[in-house]
């Protein structure tokens, strides 16, 4: 069994443990003076409205300094958003934040022309200039992910005025946000004769407690919170249905389904397929959910018994031995891939890895073009929490990779690609602590497994099964209200749960409300790429098929280079193939196989 301490006080301010902010900025009064510079570079960049094409040096001229200014402003934003948060409550970073949308939405007012300008030219004759000029050859896949848009792209005034319009189109996001972070309030628990506070923060540890009835009323409590306010959280995501039609018949699109396809550069195949191959797999998590039952002792899995702890006595892993762990567990990846990751953890400084008072609750990983990668924690020595520390590192890595190998203009990969990078590390992670485990280390793993592979592979498919019910029928004119919106959510998940899950229809009905996911729309089913793809890689990895790792660091090095499905063809995965999520499924197969054993052999 893995064994260690909790964490102490001194690690906690240990700035060991924290990032280094002033290796992006200095101060803020750098960071600002960088904010005043991008504005006038923007006005200066405006003054080639009408020229672009006059010459190919006057084009080459213009994008070299667009890439500089993009590199610029996401660098002021990536500051901005680290500083936030660090402490959400703070005032100052808030302004910090505000300041940069404002001036990322001038920015884009101000350069709204390039694209219809740049399409006056036929492909054909950007193609000649990009071959007779050799400056321009780095921006070929750039220039045609313009031209592909062509069909959906308005003329400069147009552009323009869309471009303020999309303020106007985050207006839902931001009201279910105030509803949701600042409004919603939820009833204390009771643990212990102690009244506690449950919170959005907090939620997880309850949903996760030993002790059924703490998780019985957590949950209970939770739900009323949304059902307390499912008017409004309703009425903000079916305007975000309407702004979302209206803003794709704007650009020529016939739905909001097709044109956030389109921008993501996914075949409308790969969305039936993740979510046919999801469906035909219920009854595999329908067994897990009865495996789950019988690990815990009771008759039925309850809706709020699925993140019970399996394991009685789960391992405590200080953060220093995670980091061990996770480096180990990683050989499959070779020593380049290991001694980065080291360095990073070790000495660069790219994890703040314990919680603090106004730190932001979820893990997430950031850094941008000239910067080292950073990635959040809140970590606790549990399991899951080193399964966030290799997936969180998995992302970083992939930064790395990318930003070393590509320019700044292909820097930005796309989230599927993005996903499998992050969820490889898990599979690496999952396969090497198993080998020698015993039972209740063992069962923290298959806990971690399950939470991602749950959400992933059952719940967001499912919910996204929703989501497109709701854009269709906006699509085509009509409307939903919040009670149809909750119905529809009870019949997907009771056909996913069958009767190995036992529910209360109006607490699941307002599952949807706690997914943000929902308003970038069509974003949710993409994760069940990324988990699918890195098992398929992480199979061909474990088993020494030779290539795997060089082809998987040549998939790292991409970027945005190429469309996402021929660079997941870089590591030989179709990811319009139903195929591919089904040997998936194998993998969440043998998880299950585990976990029915130890329940059929039970001490």
Partial sequence: MLEGTMMTPSKVSDTRYQWNLTTIFPDYRNWHAELTSIRVQAQSLAEFQGTLLQSPQTLADFLARLESLGTQLVRVYTYAHLTHSLDMRNDESNAMMQLVRGLSTQVDGLLAFYRPEILSFTWNELDRLITEHPELERYRFFLSTIERARPHTLSSQEEAIASQLSTLAHAPESIR???????????????????????????DEYLQHPTREVRRTAYQSYTDGYMANSGALGSTLTWEATSGAICAKIHHHRSTFQQRLFFDDLSPAVYHAVIRSCREHYPLFQRYFRARAAVLKIDKTAAYDIFAPLSQTPPSIPYDDAVALVLESLSPLGEEYISVA??????????????????????????CYGTRPFFLLNYAPTMPEVGTLAHELGHSMHSFFTHRAQPSVYSQYAMTVAETASNLNQVLLRAHTLKHADRETSLAVLDEAFFFVHRYLFMMPTISRVEHSLHTLYARGRTLSTADIRKATVTAFSAAYGDSVEYEPERLGMMWAQFCHLYRPYYMFQYAIGISAAMAIGHRLLSDTPGARERYIEFLSLGASRPPMEIFKVVGVDITDPQTYREAFKVVAGYVEKLEWFAANDR
């Fill in 177 to 203: 946000d105030a509803v949701h972070d600042g409004d919603m309030r939820f009833r204390p628990i009771r643990i212990a004769d102690e009244n506690i506070e449950l919170t959005h923060g907090t939620i």
């Fill in 342 to 367: 080291r360095r990073g953890l070790l000495e660069e400084h790219w994890a703040d890895v314990y919680p603090r008072p106004g730190k932001y609750s979820n893990a997430f990983s950031s850094g």
